[in-house]
């Protein structure tokens, strides 16, 4: 999309493909912040991994606007620093939440109604 408005970026963009990459090392990374997430929100909290889709992991939530929900977004997204996140309707890239610009558009803008409470960042202290 980008390189149709921009095209002095098509040669950047030309040869990238649109897949995250997805190795051993973020499967482990998942596991890992799963199992932290698990030991200090004394939640239950089962990780999916198909072999094939357009998902790499899946964690399926009863409520996606909880704020547990979030913060095990925000690990997550922590653990796996290059990786963006899907959240419902809001996209996590590194401890960061967005949304689209307008609800419908292309462009991402900061979610900046999105916060932890106090209570689940001290018991996150050391991953967010």
Avoid at 29 to 58: M, N, Q, S, W
Wanted: with cysteine; aromatic share 8%.
């Amino acid at each position: 999309m980008q390189a149709l408005i921009k095209p002095q970026l098509k040669g950047a963009i030309l040869h990238r493909h649109g897949k995250q990459k997805w190795t051993r090392w973020e499967q482990r990374a998942v596991e890992k912040a799963a199992t932290t997430l698990r030991e200090r929100l004394d939640c239950k909290l089962v990780v999916h991994l198909p072999a094939a889709g357009d998902y790499h992991f899946i964690i399926d939530v009863a409520d996606a606007d909880s704020d547990e929900t979030r913060a095990v977004a925000a690990v997550l997204s922590r653990a796996l620093p290059d990786l963006w996140l899907v959240l419902g309707r809001l996209f996590v890239k590194n401890g960061r939440f967005f949304r689209r610009r307008y609800g419908y558009k292309l462009s991402l803008v900061p979610a900046t109604n999105v916060h932890l409470p106090r209570a689940i960042r001290s018991a996150l202290r050391g991953c967010l």
